[in-house]
Nanobody, 124 residues
Framework: QVQLVESGGGLVQSGDSLRLSCAASGRSFYAMGWFRQAPGKEREFVATINWNGASTSYADSVKGRFAVSRDNARNTVTVYLQMNSLKPEDTAVYYC?????????????????WGQGTQVTVSS
């Protein structure tokens, strides 16, 4: 089971950009996803990318502003979430997760491994 570590969060202003990274401790041939959870709210789907990066899917709330990508290196995988035109409603803890399948999914239950999360705060 790979370990996932997110980084890149921080405090930014509305309209700014951030790039989150998710480093895995080993190789993964599964789809990867990004989710987020704001205070008092349930965890929600943000984006997913399939095992080879050929297919992506996004939540409607981030479509056109966020982009997910992955780098499948020989012994590890890194997943990125480029976030542009950030809004205060994007404020949340962002989690990276490894799916149980090769295909994209927006269901948290399809994801087996989760990182610890990284805080993103967008001020107005």
């Amino acid at each position: 089971q790979v370990q996932l570590v997110e980084s890149g969060g921080g405090l930014v202003q509305s309209g700014d950009s951030l790039r989150l990274s998710c480093a895995a401790s080993g190789r993964s041939f599964y789809a990867m996803g990004w989710f987020r959870q704001a205070p008092g709210k349930e965890r929600e789907f943000v984006a997913t990318i399939n095992w080879n990066g050929a297919s992506t899917s996004y939540a409607d709330s981030v479509k056109g502003r966020f982009a997910v990508s992955r780098d499948n290196a020989r012994n590890t995988v890194t997943v990125y979430l480029q976030m542009n035109s950030l809004k205060p409603e994007d404020t949340a803890v962002y989690y990276c997760a490894e799916s149980r399948t090769y295909s994209n999914s927006n269901r948290p239950s399809d994801y087996a491994n989760w990182g610890q999360g990284t805080q993103v705060t967008v001020s107005s």
